[in-house]
Nanobody, 129 residues
Framework: QLQLVESGGGLVQPGGSLRLSCAAS????????IGWFRQAPGKGREGVSC????????DYADSVQGRFTISRDNAKNTVYLQMNTLKPEDTAVYYC??????????????????????WGQGTQVTVSS
């Protein structure tokens, strides 16, 4: 079965940190660009960050630039999202998604649904005191 599984979400106080993981099973992540998206209650989906399949190119939404860091460990078939200095407005369900592009140096936080090959099931992040 081909799937992505997110983990690492939870409840954290403002200013705290969390690290999300996105693990693949049934396929090799190194062939895919990986994006993190989030959706808060009553809001649309927002692209947060992405990393190209070769790991060289990364991109971030303005709202998380300087606070979040995406990385990948192809040996572990896993991508991480380190989230620091969390704010209440970061509260959302976070999803990872895999996209296969011709260019191994490309990814986009604005990837459309048609560009996504696999979605994870999501992990809840709640930032509250």
């Amino acid at each position: 079965q081909l799937q992505l599984v997110e983990s690492g979400g939870g409840l954290v106080q403002p200013g705290g940190s969390l690290r999300l993981s996105c693990a693949a099973s049934g396929f090799t992540l190194e062939n895919y660009a990986i994006g993190w998206f989030r959706q808060a209650p009553g809001k649309g989906r927002e692209g947060v960050s992405c990393v190209s399949s070769n790991g060289v190119f990364t991109d971030y939404a303005d709202s998380v630039q300087g606070r979040f860091t995406i990385s990948r460990d192809n040996a572990k078939n896993t991508v991480y999202l380190q989230m620091n200095t969390l704010k209440p407005e970061d509260t959302a369900v976070y999803y990872c998604a895999a996209s296969q592009y011709v260019q191994d140096y490309y990814c986009s936080v604005y990837a459309e649904e048609g560009e996504i090959n696999f979605w994870g099931q999501g992990t809840q992040v709640t930032v509250s005191s």
